[in-house]
């Protein structure tokens, strides 16, 4: 079972939110990477999360160039497999990261059926997605997939299980699935994740809500938890990491 810790990068340039230099944000996210590996997590993952509003599958070539420089400069100081996942399902976008920075994997959403998600509807994409992994000579980096993913409306496809879901997205070669709840912070189902596990035969993990309540009985169905809220002052994606609480659940996971 891996632990996995979430760099939230901060704001890029272009975005709303954006306020510090190219070398400030990339220090802030090296900052973290060095938390997580003196705690011992397992993997990481670099994620744009506070460019909202997001846009929709592509993004500027400002942000794939920021993106670039922070993936190069954490997997130069950690050791352990680092992935990378640009929102909003910039998925192409964070392949072609992955192959410049040398990453080993991504986290995608919308691999396959349709959803309305907070920037609209976004259509799948496993078989363009695939090809250009093919295209750009990246088939080593992995492709870990949402099903039903968080922040989104499924009403159109209602009448497909999760479970129905979990088998498309194997059969379409994802690589790994993710189950969430249905928010930032919040825990998924530990009923769906065990159907889930049951169902495929390719790695499964947890997307959101892992506290220190729930990570013992959430580790022992799943092949992976992604961690990012509950790792920050207070359990709040947008706040520093709190070194206490990384050491937290990493004790909890060893104990």
Not at 43 to 49: D, F, P, S
Not at 220 to 241: C, F, P, R, T
Request: proline share 4%; charged share 20%; net charge negative.
């Amino acid at each position: 079972m891996k632990f996995i810790a979430v760099i939230h990068v901060q704001a890029l340039p272009g975005t709303p939110r954006h306020q510090l230099s190219p070398d400030q944000i990339i220090g802030q996210a090296v900052k973290e990477a060095e938390i997580f590996l003196q705690a011992g997590v397992d993997e990481l993952i670099i994620e744009n999360m506070h460019d909202r509003p997001y846009l929709k599958r592509e993004v500027g070539p400002e942000v794939i160039a920021m993106m670039t420089r922070v993936g190069l400069a954490v997997k130069a100081v950690a050791p352990l497999p680092v992935g990378i996942q640009i929102l909003a399902g910039a998925n192409k976008a964070s392949l072609a990261v992955a192959q410049a920075a040398g990453l080993d994997y991504i986290r995608a959403e919308g691999f396959v059926f349709g959803h309305v998600a907070d920037e609209g509807y976004i259509d799948s994409d496993a078989g363009e997605l695939l090809r250009y992994r093919r295209q750009i000579g990246a088939d080593h980096i992995q492709i870990f997939t949402d099903i039903k993913k968080k922040h989104s409306a499924h009403a159109i496809t209602a009448d497909v299980s999760l479970e129905e879901t979990a088998h498309a997205a194997e059969f379409f070669l994802s690589d790994g699935l993710i189950v969430t709840g249905a928010a930032t912070g919040q825990a998924a189902s530990l009923e769906e994740v065990k159907a889930v596990k049951e169902t495929v035969n390719i790695p499964v993990f947890v997307g959101s809500g892992i506290t220190d309540q729930n990570i013992k009985a959430f580790a022992a169905v799943a092949d992976g938890l992604i961690v990012g809220s509950y790792l920050k002052k207070d359990g709040h994606w947008a706040n520093e990491v709190d070194p206490e609480r990384v050491g937290r659940l990493a004790d909890l996971l060893m104990s």
